[in-house]
């Protein structure tokens, strides 16, 4: 069988770009799974993000304005009037971009495992019987744990963690706001996420120790026994490269196109994506790295606030939060905060006078990492 690309990966990034290349190619799509949609994931994309790459609509199942922030002792919330984020059923999500690429004539091979390049082809399994796929240039989106990646000797230190995230039943009035809490008593690795489906339904989740989320939920005053779905999967977050070597790309979570401090990799991976392919259609290949440097930049951002996350204890966060819950700070987080670019409000916050004079007071070490 020969194609012009190979896509090795049919999650929501391998059915985006399937998506925008099939119209101008002829695209095969390999994925091992036999449907769509069963990965742990809260579903949460920014709104920004998802209509400007023209998601389909419905697979929207909630849209958030507003985030309520929650330490140990303290709470602030920061609101907006439009929706920030879209809350996805990632199912629908990844089956409908498939049947798009399949009307634009892409052509998907379900059921079958990508194991590696042989005399520039790719060979696949499907059940016992092994074949060949020659495509001129293939694309890894496979994923955290990419075989493309491994093939092609793309090299990474990144902070593997697992994610653990139930959806569980309980009370849950403020449909339109996502609560974020920081409590590293609980779990030093990350914060905990409560994300409502509806007033009765929401999804739970964290990054670290699958014990935390159980003690968060009885914390949360949770029932541990009102959890109807319970999911885990894992993120890396860090840099593996290149992104591009000869006629192999990776694009999504097979490139680490993840945001260092929420662990989303869904935009990035799309932003990435439509950058690939532009760049491919353009016959220039070489510029995708290029065309993605405003992300490369979020990302490397994201990584030096996330190292200071990790080496602040609850006492500081406690007294971030005094900070962070103050009038002028909430001002420059509502003005300057977009759900795919946490750089921005960053910088902003430390670029007020006042408050970086606090903050400095409870962490010199921003200095280090963020100045
Ligand atoms: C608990 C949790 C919550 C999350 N919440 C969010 C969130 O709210 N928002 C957000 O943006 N992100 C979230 N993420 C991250 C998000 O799930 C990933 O960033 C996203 O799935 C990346 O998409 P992708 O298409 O690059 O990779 P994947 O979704 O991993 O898709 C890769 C595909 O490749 C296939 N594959 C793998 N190896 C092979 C092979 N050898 N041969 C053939 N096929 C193969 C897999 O079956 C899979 O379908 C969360 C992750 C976790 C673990």
Avoid at 109 to 128: D, E
Avoid at 138 to 143: E, L, N, P, R, S
């Amino acid at each position: 069988m020969k194609y012009d690309i190979a896509i090795i990966g049919g999650g929501p990034v391998g059915n985006y770009l399937a998506t925008l290349l099939a119209r101008h190619y002829r695209v095969a799509v390999i994925e091992s799974k036999s449907s769509f949609g069963e990965k742990a994931c809260t579903g949460i994309i920014g709104a920004e993000s998802y209509n400007g790459l023209n998601l389909p609509r419905e697979a929207i199942i909630n849209r958030l304005r507003g985030a309520v922030f929650y330490s140990k002792t303290q709470r602030f919330e920061i609101k907006r009037k439009e929706p920030q984020a879209y809350m996805v059923d990632r199912k629908i999500l990844e089956r409908r971009l498939a049947e798009k690429a399949v009307r634009r004539g892409a052509e998907y091979y379900l059921n079958t495992r990508f194991l590696g390049f042989r005399n520039g082809k790719a060979i696949l399994q499907r059940f016992n019987e092994r074949f060949e796929v020659n495509a001129d240039f293939y694309v890894g989106a496979d994923g955290v744990n990419s075989k493309v990646a491994q093939e092609i000797g793309a090299k990474t230190n990144a902070e593997f963690l697992s994610g653990y995230e139930v959806e569980i039943v309980g009370e849950f009035e403020r449909l339109d706001f996502v609560e974020l809490w920081i409590n590293k008593e609980l779990n030093d690795e990350f914060f905990f996420w409560i994300a409502p489906m509806n007033e009765s339904l929401a999804r739970v989740g964290t990054f670290g120790r699958f014990d935390a989320l159980f003690r968060f939920i009885k914390a949360r005053m949770l029932k541990e026994t009102n959890v109807v779905e319970f999911k885990a999967g894992s993120v890396a977050l860090g840099i593996r490269k290149p992104w591009i070597k000869g006629n192999v790309a990776l694009v999504g979570d097979a490139a680490l196109q993840i945001k260092p401090l929420t662990a989303g990799g869904i935009a990035y991976g799309m932003h990435c994506a439509y950058a690939l392919a532009c760049s491919l259609i353009n016959g220039r290949p070489w510029e995708y790295e290029k065309l993605c440097k405003d992300i490369k930049r979020e990302i490397s951002f994201g990584l030096k606030a996330r190292k200071l996350f990790k080496n602040l204890n609850q006492e500081q966060i406690e007294k971030l939060f005094e900070i962070l819950s103050s009038k002028d700070a909430i001002e420059v987080i509502e003005d300057t905060a977009e759900f795919d670019k946490h750089a921005k409000t960053i910088k902003a916050l430390i670029k007020h006078p006042k408050l970086l004079a606090k903050i400095l007071k409870v962490t010199p070490m921003i200095i280090r990492y963020l100045l």
